[in-house]
């Protein structure tokens, strides 16, 4: 029989570590201070990593730690990039914290989320991460597991991600790990990879099983500069999952599985890849993507690029009315002027 949910009696809540790496989040600071001071579970530690902010963001983060002694505020002494700020963050959990919750400064959670998360966790001891669904700006993300499934085996999850193209892991707002993992693992997020986040979850459920709450327990917010929008504005996902299927498909898939798959992927990425070129992208782009295919050893193939846009313009041919006959009819206006 299944283990029940909510058998947690009064003082026997696990403490979990919940970290905020800040970098100039003045406008956004206190909403997310706020919503882990409304959580109604209590044993919670935080500690707000700043990152040589510029703004007023250590000074609010500061007035909160004088008022409640749970909270602390480092400060880092040389500016890092987003990830090592993250990485930097986790390592300062509690040698006592039985879970770790990553909070980025621009988002915040919902005042069930440690709760439920946790319950889950206790519940269940192989889990190592759970998720939930998440309302990223207006639109609630991480949907597609049945109801009445709350745990998964690592295997099944990532397997998911994989063939199905199902992502239920999100950023690292919306996943608590168990805290063993996280200090088994340092760095925690591979620092040259923008959607690190999800590298991890992979890496984690080799030895660890996946749990999910079906309720919507944090928000992402979309705003421009974010890491969130950056990396869906390269189109970081295409780079992300064929790095995914080559790493860890040999895990995770059978060697048939992998080869049909990064197969498959590889003409998607390269038809993305060809539109982009019909959209007029900068060098940055192209940059990107070119180094993203070294580095998992595909390399960058000039000649599919180019049959990905014929691809993509038969595709447009057949619906006029698509965004990528938008997108070519607005950079021929740009050149005409």
Not at 119 to 131: N, T
Not at 175 to 195: F, M
Not at 224 to 229: C, I, Y
Request: glycine share 6%.
């Amino acid at each position: 029989m299944a283990p029940s949910l909510n058998m947690r009696t009064p003082g026997s809540e696990p403490l979990v570590s919940v970290v905020t790496p800040v970098y100039n989040e003045e406008k956004n600071l206190a909403e997310c201070i706020e919503s882990i001071l409304a959580q109604s579970y209590k044993n919670w530690e935080y500690t707000i990593l700043d990152n040589c902010s510029t703004d007023s963001s250590p000074a609010i983060a500061e007035r909160y730690a004088s008022l409640d002694r749970r909270i602390r505020v480092v400060r880092n002494e040389h500016f890092l990039s987003s990830l090592a700020n993250c990485n930097q963050a986790v390592r300062l959990i509690s040698p006592a914290g039985k879970y770790c919750k990553v909070v980025f400064g621009d988002d915040w959670i919902f005042p069930d989320c440690l709760s439920s998360m946790v319950d889950v966790a206790e519940s269940y001891p192989s889990v190592g991460l759970v998720s939930a669904y998440a309302l990223e700006g207006s639109n609630v993300v991480l949907t597609g597991l049945p109801f009445e499934t709350k745990i998964l085996t690592g295997r099944d999850a990532c397997r998911r991600h994989l063939l199905d193209r199902h992502f239920f892991f999100g950023t690292q707002t919306s996943v608590l790990y168990r805290a063993d993992l996280v200090r088994s693992r340092d760095p925690l997020y591979d620092e040259s990879n923008v959607q690190a986040d999800t590298e991890t979850c992979f890496a984690l459920l080799r030895s660890s099983d996946f749990g999910f709450v079906h309720q919507v327990l944090t928000f992402t917010r979309v705003r421009p500069g974010s890491l969130n929008v950056v990396s869906m504005s390269l189109g970081s996902s295409w780079a992300a999952l064929l790095n995914l299927l080559i790493t860890y498909g040999e895990i995770y898939l059978t060697q048939e599985e992998r080869e049909q798959e990064i197969d498959r992927h590889l003409r998607q990425y390269y038809e993305f890849l060809g539109k982009s070129a019909l959209k007029g992208r900068d060098q940055s782009f192209w940059k990107y993507h070119k180094t993203q295919l070294a580095t998992v050893g595909v390399g960058f193939s000039r000649s599919r690029v180019v049959l990905g846009g014929l691809t993509a313009l038969m595709k447009a041919a057949l619906n006029p009315g698509n965004s990528l006959s938008a997108a070519i009819r607005s950079v021929r206006e740009r050149r005409g002027r």
